[in-house]
């Protein structure tokens, strides 16, 4: 069975960092595409960061290029994401999700695996 646990989110003033972290469990996440994405209330679910499974390939949503880094450890089958000069408008819940190949897509579509979500809120 497939299992991506988030954590890493919390409560954090406007301008400050966080570190979210998922670790797969049931696949050998080396051979699998990650993603993070982002779900904020009242709307649709968005892409944030890729990384393909050799850590070599990424890719980010324009509002967070500069901002935020993705990262994976696959020894430890984790994916990270450093999250700095955080604003309020990136308050929502982070999604952690799964894709088989190297392809680091945005399409939230083609990931088959999901966590549970982690939150992150911003204060003003």
């Known amino acids: 069975q497939v299992q991506l646990v988030e954590s890493g989110g919390g409560l954090v003033q406007a301008g400050g960092s966080l570190r979210l972290s998922c670790t797969a469990s049931?696949?050998?996440?080396?051979?699998?595409?990650m993603g993070w994405f982002r779900q904020a209330p009242g709307k649709e679910r968005e892409f944030v960061a890729a990384?393909?499974?050799?850590?070599?390939?990424?890719n980010y949503a324009d509002s967070v290029k500069g901002r935020f880094t993705i990262s994976r450890d696959s020894a430890k089958n984790t994916v990270y994401l450093q999250m700095n000069s955080l604003t309020p408008e990136d308050t929502a819940v982070y999604y952690c999700?799964?894709?088989?190949?190297?392809?680091?897509?945005?399409?939230?579509?083609?990931?088959?695996?999901w966590g549970q979500g982690t939150q992150v809120t911003v204060s003003f």
């Open positions: 990384i393909g499974w050799l850590g070599r390939s990424t």
């Open positions: 999700a799964a894709r088989k190949g190297n392809s680091a897509t945005a399409q939230l579509s083609l990931y088959d695996y």
């Open positions: 049931g696949l050998t996440a080396s051979t699998y595409a």
